[in-house]
């Protein structure tokens, strides 16, 4: 069981540089979000989808892009990477009122 | 505003004693879900426990018990008999949605010591 898959574990990038952070899930989930963790601040919700072609915005969406082609695939874009933007990213999935499960997270620092 | 307080950066519990980790939210939406999540030195995010708003008894899972006190707004985790592998960052966090957007606390860092 795969579960949740993010690539790659960890990322250097310079500033201004763009990525994506890749996700995929094989549990057929209708929901799937991306978090960003910083120390001392828990998780914070960056973008979310409830289904393939539907996505929103979170608590913290500035400097990220999404698209939903897929029920599996949910991709994360940084457009200009920033100092502000290092940080470990959590993308999750879920059934309707179940719990989420959690890829192993993406370590990114930006210089 | 919703919001998801742990107030305990870091405890010391020694093995096989019982602990409390503190959780309290605010919400006005009478539907919500509460979840605690465990997090080790490893960095993935580990389920632990479920307990929804309507639910009438505290949920449990093996070690696992959630204390919920509803008119307090309160939703404390209690981790019975500590064991060295309980040592890593426990997060409250709770759905407010019909999906699964969530609302993560600060977290709090537990160590167990032999």
């Known amino acids: 069981n795969a579960g949740v898959t993010q690539t790659p574990k960890f990322q250097v990038l310079k500033t201004g540089q763009s990525m994506t952070l890749q996700c995929a899930q094989d549990?057929?989930?209708?929901?799937m979000s991306w978090y960003r963790q910083d120390p001392g601040m828990g998780l914070r919700l960056i973008h979310y989808s409830v289904g393939a072609g539907i996505t929103d915005q979170g608590e913290v969406p500035n400097g990220y892009n999404v698209s939903r082609s897929t029920t599996e695939d949910f991709p994360l874009r940084l457009l200009s990477a920033a100092p502000s933007q290092t940080s470990v990213y959590f993308c999750a999935s879920s059934y309707k009122n179940t719990e989420a499960f959690f890829g192993q997270g993406t370590r990114l620092t930006v210089v | 505003a919703q919001k998801i307080t742990q107030t305990q950066p870091g405890m010391f519990v020694q093995e096989k004693e019982a602990v409390t980790l503190d959780c309290t939210y605010d919400t006005s939406d009478p539907s919500y879900g509460l979840f605690w999540y465990k997090q080790p030195s490893s960095g993935e995010m580990i389920f632990l426990i479920y307990?929804?708003?309507?639910?009438?008894q505290n949920a449990t899972e093996g070690r696992y018990s959630l204390n919920f006190q509803k008119a307090r707004k309160s939703a404390n985790l209690v981790i019975s008999a500590s064991q060295l592998g309980d040592s890593a960052m426990y997060f409250c966090a709770m759905r407010t949605d019909s999906w699964g957007k969530l609302q993560f606390g600060a977290g709090t860092q537990v160590v167990v010591t032999p």
């Open positions: 307990q929804g708003s309507y639910d009438q």
């Open positions: 549990m057929n989930h209708e929901y």
